[in-house]
């Protein structure tokens, strides 16, 4: 109990101290610039050149000290640009724990993560500017050796993809990351064993897509003939002068996929992961075969020199990488009908800060967490890399924190009530939905079973509750706001008034969720899965309390199938509680794991016992020796048993693995 109390006293004084060194860091940015601008002997803009990158730098540490010191982040890069140049470029902490080697920001290379998708896009519209790609075509119209299927009728285009409205399930494990380079083969060969099923129509709703991305890269390919890696060192790097970013990785001389340049690879960042306040140190994780999703290492001193020519419509340094009209159509939305929520704009994630409209990217990988921001209006922008997974997604939030602290607001938090007559419509809006980013066909599904699920109800003042903690207020037909924040939620109806599905700000993108009936949610696969173990129970309890007390007769095969059963029941849950702990320590190689394998083929040998309990149900009713409550708890346990088969196939435990 102490223990407990002297943790929560540190905790709170942690809090009070980052909120203290936050508050003083703003003060002391104020004064500064104050000082600055009273300084009659400097031009008035050279006053403001000054006074600007020492405010945004003071403010910058006294938020990412706090943050590193609360959350025990090992290292963080950080790049702030303005007016078409960097104001702050610094690292902090340790690039590695081991070494002591500190984070240069102009050295240490680190994992951005998705970002990289935001550069294949760019040299997507490359050649899209060079008349070599149609946005709107058949993507395989482009693609030499891998098609995709029509599966909805319409084909699948470019615009669809940068959009992600690809349709396309989600997937990862045993092919996305790997441990070793070994394992690493062509994004051709990827893409072909590994395609996932086009659960939506093209263009019907955004579902993130890291094979979407993939594809495009292999578009890239064959479209041009060089190897993607090479296609974007020549257009993009190169040309930007970032000598110190790279899709490769480092795979070795002799592999045959490109690899690292040698002289970056002692500058790479080590990922870190925490557990029980110990850092792990997992070792590097290799995305190459698909590159073009997410396997950029890079610096903040590069990535400042992105964001810069980004925000000057292409150009840096007299070099130019798009068209002025190109990287303005960038900031555009490839799809208009969700207006009020973050959407995508050619790749790019968009959507308002304290009134601005933003445009960028997050990017995790196991070990790091990224976020690139920028607001044209403003001609400013901030990355950040941290070593560290960041699963309080604390570190995504610098970006906005800075653009409240450095700029003033032009849109504020108002005060709205729910509309008086919206209790009359309020449940058609209640129910069950399933984020679109997520496993349909294959075993991935059950994995996220906990993430991808939120439920929404009403309360009695007329806000929509999501399980998620949030509540929300109708401002406009279909479209609520969060009752803490500017975040926006729009809903989307069927022609006959049923509502679809939902898609949601997020401080980093944009999400959008499946409307599912009940019998497709986690709990009643958690409710059948209860009764089945209590029941499983009760009935190994009363055949050890019959044991001896009942004729042979009595004990013919209606009277054995339920203690099958049960040990069929108990012995399952006890296989997947094995695959849990065994994937929650997954880091990659061997898949599928003896785990999945064991729950595949006992999900399936369960069933069929389930099955025959179910089979007997009926004969059980013609024998006159049992009690009616022996039948009774005998078709109850039938009838959970075919709700426990029903659900196992609905979360694929029946596979395929992937």
């Not at 006890?574 to 595949?600: E, H, N």
């Amino acid at each position: 109990m102490r223990s407990f109390f002297m943790r929560c006293i540190f905790r709170l004084l942690s809090t009070v101290a980052t909120t203290v060194a936050t508050t003083v860091a703003i003060t002391m940015a104020g004064t500064v610039i104050a000082v600055a601008e009273d300084d009659p002997t400097a031009p008035a803009p050279n006053r403001q050149a000054v006074a600007f990158p020492l405010q945004a730098e003071l403010i910058a540490d006294g938020v990412v000290k706090g943050l590193m010191r609360d959350y025990k982040i090992p290292g963080l890069t950080l790049a702030i640009v303005k007016d078409g140049k960097p104001v702050v470029t610094k690292g902090y902490g340790y690039a590695d724990l081991e070494t002591g080697r500190p984070v240069d920001p102009r050295q240490s290379l680190f994992r951005i993560g998705s970002i990289s998708k935001t550069m294949t896009w760019i040299a997507i519209m490359q050649l899209v500017e060079q008349d070599r790609i149609d946005l709107s075509a058949d993507v395989n119209t482009y693609l030499k050796n891998v098609q995709i299927p029509h599966t909805h009728g319409v084909p699948l285009t470019l615009n669809d993809m940068m959009g992600h409205r690809s349709g396309f399930e989600d997937g990862y494990l045993g092919y996305l990351m790997q441990k070793s380079p070994d394992a690493i083969v062509s994004i051709e060969e990827v893409l072909k064993k590994h395609m996932p099923a086009q659960v939506l129509k093209p263009g019907a709703a955004m579902a993130y897509s890291n094979y979407a991305v993939a594809l495009a890269g292999l578009i890239i390919e064959d479209v041009t003939g060089q190897p993607f890696q090479d296609y974007v060192d020549e257009n993009l790097f190169k040309p930007l002068g970032m000598n110190h970013t790279t899709f490769r990785e480092p795979l070795g001389d002799d592999h045959p996929q490109p690899s690292m340049a040698a002289h970056l690879q002692p500058h790479i960042a080590s990922g870190y992961m925490l557990n029980n306040g110990r850092y792990i140190k997992p070792g590097y994780e290799y995305i190459s075969s698909f590159a073009p999703a997410g396997s950029v290492s890079s610096t903040a001193a590069d990535m400042a020199r992105y964001m810069v020519a980004f925000l000057q419509n292409g150009e840096l340094d007299g070099r130019r990488i798009l068209k002025p009209a190109t990287a303005l159509k960038m900031q555009q939305r490839n799809f208009t009908d969700h207006m009020n929520v973050t959407d995508l704009s050619h790749g790019f994630f968009t959507g308002n800060v304290s009134g601005y409209q933003y445009i960028g990217h997050a990017g995790g990988t196991p070990t790091f967490s990224s976020m690139m921001t920028m607001v044209p209006e403003l001609n400013f922008g901030v990355f950040l890399s941290i070593n560290m997974q960041d699963g309080n997604l604390s570190s995504l939030a610098i970006p906005r924190v800075l653009v409240k602290a450095l700029f003033p607001a032009k849109q504020t938090l108002a005060d709205i009530s729910p509309p008086a007559d919206f209790s009359e419509r309020a449940q058609r809006f209640a129910g069950h939905y399933m984020n679109n980013r997520r496993s349909s066909t294959t075993m991935e599904k059950f994995f996220e079973i906990a993430t991808k699920y939120n439920a929404i109800s009403v309360d009695k003042d007329g806000y929509l509750l999501r399980s998620d903690g949030t509540a929300w207020l109708e401002v406009a037909p279909l479209t609520f706001r969060n009752a803490r924040s500017n975040d926006m939620m729009v809903f989307e109806e069927d022609e006959n008034g049923s509502i679809l599905r939902y898609v949601t700000d997020l401080h980093y993108g944009v999400r959008s969720a499946e409307r599912v009936g009940f019998l497709q949610t986690p709990t009643f696969l958690y409710l059948s899965l209860g009764l089945a173990l209590l029941l499983s129970i009760t009935s190994l309890l009363g055949a050890w309390h019959r044991k001896g007390r009942e004729p042979e007769a009595q004990q013919a095969w209606p009277g054995r199938m339920p203690v099958l059963a049960a040990l069929g029941v108990m012995g399952f849950l006890v296989c997947l509680l094995f695959m849990l702990v065994q994937l929650s320590a997954y880091s990659g190689g061997v898949y599928p794991t003896s785990g999945m394998v064991l729950v595949k083929w006992v999900s399936i040998a369960v069933s069929l016992v389930l099955a025959g309990l179910a089979f007997s149900a009926l004969p059980v009713w013609q024998v006159s020796q049992w009690r009616l409550g022996r039948k009774i708890h005998h078709s109850a346990f039938a009838a959970i048993g075919l709700c426990v088969i029903y659900a196992l196939w609905q979360w694929n435990l029946f596979g395929p693995y992937n």
